[in-house]
T-cell receptor, first 112, second 108 residues
Framework: KAGVTQTPRYLIKTRGQQVTLSCSPI?????VSWYQQTPGQGLQFLFE???????NKGNFPGRFSGRQFSNSRSEMNVSTLELGDSALYLC???????????FGSGTRLTVV | EDQVTQSPEALRLQEGESSSLNCSYT??????LFWYRQDPGKGPEFLFT???AGEEKEKERLKATLTKKESFLHITAPKPEDSATYLC?????????FGTGTRLQVFP
């Protein structure tokens, strides 16, 4: 059974640009959550999608947005990048029943 | 306010020296407590889920326990390959609230 796939693995962007990250969940999982991990703040919840609907949102500015497609794949977008957005962005998928959250390897975003 | 606190922040052990990691939480409406292991540059790897006070789960050298206020991750006779950051998270309304982790180093 394939795990959670995140692409790309690494990304370097310039301040002011925008970026789109992708997450393919485990087959059959309909819930996808996104987290930001930084050395100072640890893992912080961004948002969660279930069956193409955003069910929950963390305390991040509106520059952070996401969506989920009918095949459960999810994308996260960050507009007008700031230096502080440099982080490891992690995606987790869940089957909605056993509460087991499986994480991908993450996308390392560096803003210069 | 929901809060998850892990201690110690860092732990250095000799191979074979058993110890425990602590995760204390103040969360209303707890739906589960998770333990993850994270290696540098990788995503968290699921270890255990605990749902109610008194519950215990084991996997190889690891044993997780849960009370109403905290959870412990006991590591028995650790090996160098157990070196990693161990993360605790509580599940509340479909989001995981993470602690900042315990960085474990096991020396041969």
């Amino acid at each position: 059974k394939a795990g959670v796939t995140q692409t790309p693995r690494y990304l370097i962007k310039t301040r002011g640009q925008q970026v789109t990250l992708s997450c393919s969940p485990i087959s059959g999982h309909r819930s996808v959550s996104w987290y930001q991990q930084t050395p100072g703040q640890g893992l912080q919840f961004l948002f969660e999608y279930f069956s193409e609907t955003q069910r929950n949102k963390g305390n991040f500015p509106g520059r952070f947005s996401g969506r989920q497609f009918s095949n459960s794949r999810s994308e996260m977008n960050v507009s007008t990048l700031e230096l502080g957005d440099s982080a490891l962005y992690l995606c987790a998928s869940n089957d909605g029943g056993s509460y087991g959250y499986t994480f991908g390897s993450g996308t390392r975003l560096t803003v210069v | 306010e929901d809060q998850v606190t892990q201690s110690p922040e860092a732990l250095r052990l000799q191979e074979g020296e058993s110890s425990s990691l602590n995760c204390s939480y103040t969360v209303s409406g707890l739906r589960g407590l998770f333990w993850y292991r994270q290696d540098p540059g990788k995503g968290p790897e699921f270890l255990f889920t605990l749902y109610s006070a008194g519950e215990e789960k084991e996997k190889e050298r690891l044993k997780a326990t849960l009370t109403k206020k905290e959870s412990f991750l006991h590591i028995t006779a650790p090996k160098p390959e157990d070196s990693a950051t161990y993360l605790c998270a509580v599940l509340r309304t479909d989001k995981l609230i993470f602690g900042t982790g315990t960085r474990l180093q096991v020396f041969p």
